[in-house]
């Protein structure tokens, strides 16, 4: 497989350490006076957050703007989603996602067509910011064609969902259409709920579309692990009972919207559901049952058809770099020791002191103190949590930022039907304009899989400053920039965010908190070794939940989906704590390089303003800034 990634994108296991080891030394340091010794800058007045302007027009901006509508054209719920179907767009309101063989294959041919007319341009007299949309397409497109080479598989285009199955537990229409139309799809005005309807009678369609693919993969001998296929049949079979039930959330989610509008769009709903939709999930239940009798219990890519070179692809396109996964399992592992010697004095002075880090956090997982109610009080009570914690985080905004975005976001549980095979929690930001808030999904499945010291690290994952703030500047962005993200950038911003809250003073009054927040950050080590040991060593899946319990502390209940999550998007896992350790080594090169010119609200405006991008190209960012500052 050809290798797009510069060399300089190679991060060494022992500079990966050695990075992380500064990055520690730095958190020591006591509440605000963290951030604030980096740089030694004062601290800034709390006030609402100033809405940062968007970037002006530059030389290529018709060139960007043509490009990404021509990915849109291929991706109309994006547009929705980014609030940019209107006007000569609007038509993109009323289509869906076409996910047959012919929609690949016209999504590589558009990919193949613009790469070569980026590839084309002499970027070396362009301003930096056009220069790096130009690289971020190029990166991202060629990384999506190399995918599309596979003999099989759904590959994202600048984003983070590679999987080798069209349709599994966490995958496919099923699921992403309902929860798209009723949580995404406006419905003000009778035009929204008439485009509504014309896309859930293209849904079928689309579910016939995957079908297809599904029935080739098995015939080139690919059927996804029997454990996988239990979930998806069990949700598929929810899904069908759902749309049933009177059209179910398909269509209950526009007969809500309407009720003050003079139409039938409920009536048409209903129709639509059982007449098209509802049989198109039995033909999708059928092959799925088909496949569970072909199946067996390996986890793992190396032991499918092709599996090796997928695997080889997926974790490329997951860290943006060419590392192999045995020194990710390596790296992963003394990491994952390096953050446990941390816990382990917070633990001791909690009164916890016998055992592995692994054995007291899963003591410390059954002290009633930090658990939540069961049922629906501790469902409210996780709400309260949350958007208490998004309340704290935002207000010390200024004291990490030059320039702030709203921090638009709106908490929501997630569908039930996606409850069982989902995480625990996912966030992204909302439309380009700002209209549609970005959204924190929380699992509440049930109120175990969460507690009260490592809630607030998932608030700033999810959503401030993780995934909803960082992608408010992109949404500034050129529109291609809004569509485009990379996985270790995405991920390991998030992570880089749950930092921010320690540093700016989140857990200085909760040495339990400390410890959530630590068990977070080794969990994504522990991900760095699990998804390498299913996917190249050979391990069980019960191999691999053990090891999460074992040796971090974490509960069953979380683990068993994370560890299925991995199984159908092979690699996506690694690209966390990879892209956390570039942002942090490029911080530690800021401070080594700036001296006293320093300042943390600079760096992470540089990292934010630099937009989403393969971490080459945050390197490159980052050196522009360091060369403005000296």
């Keep these: 497989m050809q290798d797009h990634t510069p060399q300089t994108a190679q991060i060494s296991r022992r500079s990966a350490i050695g990075m992380l080891s500064a990055s520690v030394a730095a958190l020591a340091l006591p509440g605000c006076a963290r951030a604030v010794a980096e740089g030694t800058q004062p601290r800034p007045a709390v006030g609402g957050p100033a809405m940062a302007s968007p970037a002006a027009p530059t030389e290529a901006s018709g060139l960007l703007d043509s490009i990404a509508w021509r990915l849109l054209e291929h991706n109309p719920g994006q547009a929705t989603s980014l609030g940019v179907d209107t006007g000569e767009h609007a038509y993109l309101r009323s289509k869906l996602e076409d996910r047959s063989a012919a929609g690949m294959a016209s999504l590589a041919e558009t990919l193949r067509q613009d790469l070569a007319r980026v590839s084309a341009i002499d970027t070396s007299h362009m301003n930096p910011a056009d220069a790096t949309s130009l690289a971020v397409i190029k990166s991202a497109y060629a990384t999506s064609l190399d995918g599309f080479a596979q003999p099989y598989g759904d590959v994202a285009v600048g984003g983070w969902r590679n999987t080798p199955y069209v349709v599994i537990q966490n995958v496919g229409a099923y699921l992403d259409t309902p929860r798209f139309l009723d949580a995404d799809h406006p419905v003000k005005t009778p035009d929204d709920a008439d485009a509504y309807v014309a896309r859930l009678g293209q849904m079928s ?116 770099t060419p590392m192999p996964a045995e020194e990710i399992h390596k790296l992963g592992l003394e990491q994952l020791d390096e953050l446990h010697a941390r816990m382990d004095p917070i633990l001791k002075d909690l009164g916890y002191t016998k055992g592995t880090v692994g054995d007291r956090m899963t003591a410390l997982g059954s002290d009633k103190r930090f658990m939540f109610s069961q049922g629906d009080k501790g469902r409210d009570e996780i709400m309260a949590f949350i958007h208490g914690r998004i309340d704290w985080i935002k207000s010390q905004m200024p004291r990490a930022f030059r320039e702030l975005v709203p921090g638009n976001v709106e908490v929501r549980r997630l569908p039930l039907s996606e409850e069982p095979g989902a995480p625990t929690a996912y966030g992204g930001a909302g439309s380009k304009d700002g209209s549609v808030p970005g959204k924190m999904w929380i699992n509440l499945r049930t109120t175990a899989l969460h507690r009260k010291y490592d809630l607030p690290t998932l608030v700033h994952h999810e959503a401030i400053p993780g995934h909803v703030w960082q992608g408010e500047y992109a949404n500034r962005l050129p529109l291609i920039r809004s569509i485009l993200a990379f996985n270790a950038y995405s991920e390991g911003w998030a992570l880089y965010g749950e930092q921010l809250g320690d540093e700016l003073g989140a857990y200085d009054e909760s040495p339990v908190g400390r410890l959530g927040y630590l068990q977070s950050i080794a969990f994504r080590a522990c991900r760095m070794v699990v998804d390498t040991g299913l996917h190249s060593k050979g391990w069980s899946r019960e191999q691999a939940v053990r090891f999460f319990m074992e040796r971090n502390g974490n509960k069953r209940e979380e683990v068993v989906n994370e560890v299925d999550r991995y199984c159908s998007w092979p690699g996506q896992a690694c690209g966390y704590k990879m892209g956390h350790n570039e942002i942090n080594r490029q911080r530690q090169r800021a401070i080594a390089e700036l001296g006293d010119a320093y300042d943390l609200r600079d760096f992470d405006q540089a990292v934010v303003d630099g937009g989403n991008v393969p971490l080459d190209v945050l390197g490159q960012n980052i050196a522009r800034y360091i060369a403005t500052k000296s």
Excluded: C
């Excluded at 080139?220 to 009177?246: C, T, Y």
């Excluded at 039995?282 to 092959?287: T, Y």
């Design 205 to 320: 369609g689309q579910l016939d579309g995957e079908l297809d693919r599904m029935k080739a993969a098995t015939g080139e001998g690919l059927v996804p692990p029997d454990f996988l296929l239990d979930r998806a049949v069990a949700q598929m079979e929810a899904s069908i009972a759902d749309a049933r039930d009177n059209g179910g959330t398909l269509a209950g989610s526009v007969a809500t919207r309407t009720t003050e509008m003079k139409g039938d769009w409920a009536r048409q709903a209903r129709a639509i559901v059982a007449g098209d939709v509802v049989p198109a999930l039995e033909r999708q239940l059928a092959e799925l049952k088909r496949q569970r009798g072909l199946a067996t219990g390996d986890p793992g890519m190396r032991e499918r058809p092709h599996g090796a070179e997928f695997y080889a692809w997926a974790l490329h396109a997951s860290t943006t």
